[in-house]
């Protein structure tokens, strides 16, 4: 080979290499773009569930502050009261009945 097809073939991988270079470099600005914008999309939306958050927190305490009575949450207190109360006395019954049962068993006689 005669030094002008090394020079050629020099220039040839060097255009390549430059080539390659610029390509990957815009590739890489645009990684990193993303990146920034990726990073800014998310902590907009992280605002923003913040702010949900903070507006259902109020909405809940407006709610409970508007909508729900003491003499309300009474009413169904004392009815639960009742409720839990005649399960209780059920229980108590189960047991007379059990012992009821037990007490007038008769006896059979054997042949």
Same mark, same amino acid.
């Given at each position: 080979?005669?030094?002008?097809? $090394?020079?050629?073939?020099?220039?040839?991988?060097?255009?390549?290499?430059? &080539?390659?270079?610029?390509?990957?470099?815009? /590739?890489?600005?645009?990684?990193?773009?993303?990146?920034?914008?990726?990073? &800014?999309?998310?902590?907009?939306?992280?605002?923003?569930?913040?702010?949900?958050?903070?507006?259902?927190?109020?909405?809940?305490?407006?709610?409970?502050? &508007?909508?729900?009575?003491?003499?309300?949450?009474?009413?169904?207190?004392?009815? $639960? %009261?009742?409720? /839990?109360?005649?399960?209780?006395?059920?229980?108590?019954? $189960? &047991?007379?009945? %059990?012992?009821?049962?037990?007490?007038?068993?008769?006896?059979?006689?054997?042949?």
């Amino acid at each position: 080979m005669s030094g002008s097809e $090394i020079m050629a073939v020099v220039g040839f991988f060097v255009m390549l290499s430059g &080539t390659l270079w610029g390509v990957w470099w815009r /590739i890489e600005g645009r990684v990193e773009k993303a990146k920034v914008d990726a990073s &800014t999309l998310a902590s907009s939306a992280n605002a923003l569930a913040m702010l949900a958050r903070q507006e259902l927190a109020e909405h809940k305490l407006h709610v409970s502050e &508007t909508y729900v009575t003491k003499a309300g949450m009474q009413e169904q207190t004392s009815q $639960i %009261l009742r409720s /839990i109360e005649s399960v209780g006395n059920r229980i108590d019954a $189960i &047991t007379d009945r %059990l012992d009821r049962v037990f007490e007038h068993k008769v006896e059979r006689s054997v042949r």
